[in-house]
């Protein structure tokens, strides 16, 4: 309870033209753009996201992000949609990790929305560096060009939401947004468990 009431929620998720929303700007067409938490340095938020991601606590994701999609059925702007798309690890670091923090995250969120899940379609197609110590421009360049969708069909027409575990310089949700708006009548939002504070 403790943590429950002590994190950092961001409450934006109706605010049209969101720090999220404008840090694309220019960068992705989107519909709507938001992120759950606030992640100071070594804050609750910080913590949490790092027992998902190194320390295998695949709960953490799934818990935080059914309370994402609490607050997200509530938003006029992001409760309509078809599909969630977590964004996905290359198979390499799929086999390293044993799971993709996102596909927790995702799973969380499905329940409560009574969304589906694409965990396969949208696939990252090169191994790449680890984007923690990179910049916004060495960021794009690591991550440009490397994600792929395999069977497009199964998104024409669909409301889709990208799930992220944390955007810092959007440069992967730019990556996988340019794989996904090739796709006929895709409408794209975002949704991030955490941004850096």
């Known amino acids: 309870m403790h943590c429950l009431t002590h994190l950092p929620r961001l409450h934006m998720h109706d605010e049209k033209d ?13 519909h709507a753009a938001t992120a759950y ?31 994402f999609a ?10 309509e949609l078809d599909v969630i798309v977590p964004v996905p690890l290359h198979p390499k670091k799929l086999h390293v990790r044993g799971y993709n923090q996102c596909d927790c995250i995702a799973r969380g969120m499905a329940e409560i929305l009574g969304v ?8 990252r197609t090169h191994f790449n ?7 916004r421009i ?16 199964k998104f024409e027409g669909k409301r889709i939401l990208l799930i992220d575990d ?6 992967t949700i730019e990556a996988c947004a340019a794989a996904l708006r090739k796709i006929k009548d895709v409408q794209l939002s975002v949704a991030a468990l955490a941004v850096p504070a």
Do not use: C
């Not at 609490?70 to 409760?79: I, K, P, Q, T, V």
């Not at 060495?138 to 069909?153: A, G, L, M």
């Not at 944390?166 to 440069?171: C, H, Y």
């Open 116 to 123: 589906e899940v694409s965990i396969n379609n949208l696939t």
């Open 37 to 67: 938490l606030s992640m100071p340095r070594n804050g609750i938020s910080h913590r949490l996201i790092h027992r998902l991601k190194y320390h295998g606590d695949q709960e953490v994701g799934e818990r935080l992000g059914a309370l």
């Open 18 to 30: 969101n720090a999220i929303e404008k840090l694309f700007w220019g960068r992705v067409d989107l």
């Open 70 to 79: 609490d607050e997200l059925r509530e938003s006029a702007r992001m409760s």
């Open 138 to 153: 060495s960021r794009w360049s690591n991550v440009k060009d490397i994600f792929w969708v395999r069977e497009p069909e």
């Open 166 to 171: 944390v955007i810092t310089t959007g440069a």
């Open 129 to 135: 560096a680890s984007q923690t110590r990179r910049g």
